[in-house]
């Protein structure tokens, strides 16, 4: 038997995804359906491409439905425990020293569901969160990067 994916969301983000699936079954799917009726009065429906695009939107929202309900299936909530020790962990915001430039960069370590690399979100499962998990304040890091290691001094760890 193979393992469901565990996706791990912060409460803020579950919510978020409780309230869009929620959305998608009471409002979204009705303004679908009522494209689809629309389209279908204009007539021959081979050559009626508002048909075509309802149809399509209607794959696009039961696929989008689809990976919720796959997700809202199979999460766990980090829970942000104050008492585990100071380490990385999901949930941290890391500060960083990239050695190659000098600067100091500051990443918050999150599920892969969360990520936003380009805010600061980092997610657990790419090179770079995959590489500070489990790591202390003051230890040196390597990533596995595709251009090659790139070396980094950990320099904060916040809850």
Known sequence: MIMAKEYKLSHQRLKELQDEMNYLKTVREKEVAELIKEARSFGDLSENSEYDEAKNEQGKLYARMAELEEILANYVVIEEDETEGDYVRLGSTVTVLD???NEEETYKIVG?????PMNGAISE???FGKALLGKNAGDDVVVDA???PVEYKLLKIER
């Not at 892969?112 to 936003?116: I, L, R, T, V």
């Open 125 to 127: 499962d790419s090179p």
């Open 99 to 101: 050695k190659e430039f």
């Open 112 to 116: 892969s569901q969360e990520a936003d």
């Open 146 to 148: 595709p251009a090659g």
